[in-house]
């Protein structure tokens, strides 16, 4: 977990070499999405493994997610998120808030979800996307349903990385997915599996990934459906170390 965890620690455990020099670098908008089942008394979160070859975080087991792009927040949708997450996302953006920058960010974590599981999280609408990247969903009749989604947690890259993201988690049941493609579009991943709790905290992932699992795995023991309006946890390096705000 990253809480109180400083600098060195959270270098040591994800394998930065804090010697090699970086540009002063602004954390960027970006969104993952954890897809969550429920089989019997056990609940299981979709990870999938990195290949090898990627430069970032290679061979570790990750949500799918990525940088937000510009055009995300434009895209047509079958239903908006909640008023209480556009709100709590909001709520951290500083001085430039806005509805569309937040609804950008669930629309990035579907994108990415799309684009590196082959998952399709959506429903059919008046308007299908009609940018490029959203073909798969188009040609189903389909645009990203908000709605499912919740935000469940945010994570800022530590200072001294060549990339860093500002990330907002969020978290969808897999009743919520539309359609699966056979292939994985992106290529990013080489492979995909439903973990329990117990399993994914065990493989070898970044400090953060297991930090949203507990929180995720702690949340649902008593709101199962992610219905409730609970504060959503932070995490930023301040003074040197990890620190946990609520929004």
Known sequence: MVEGKTRAEIDRLTGHDPKK?????RPVDAATLLLLDREGSDWRVLMGKRHMRHAFMP????FPGGRADKHDG???AASELRETDTARLRAGM???PSNRRARALAVCAIRETHEETGLLIGAAGERTPSHPDWTDFAGRGLAPALAPLRYVARAVTPPGRTRRFDTRFFAAMADSIAHSLPEFPSGELESLQW?????????????ITHTVIALVRDRLASDPK???????PGYFMRHGKFVRDMV
């Not at 020099?21 to 670098?25: D, K, L, Q, R, V």
């Open 195 to 207: 973990l329990t709790f117990d399993e994914a905290l065990a493989i070898e992932a970044p400090p």
């Open 94 to 96: 500083g001085a430039k």
């Open 59 to 62: 061979g570790k087991f990750v």
């Open 21 to 25: 020099p970086a540009p002063s670098m």
């Open 226 to 232: 992610l219905e409730g309006d609970m504060p959503v």
């Open 74 to 76: 434009d895209i047509a």
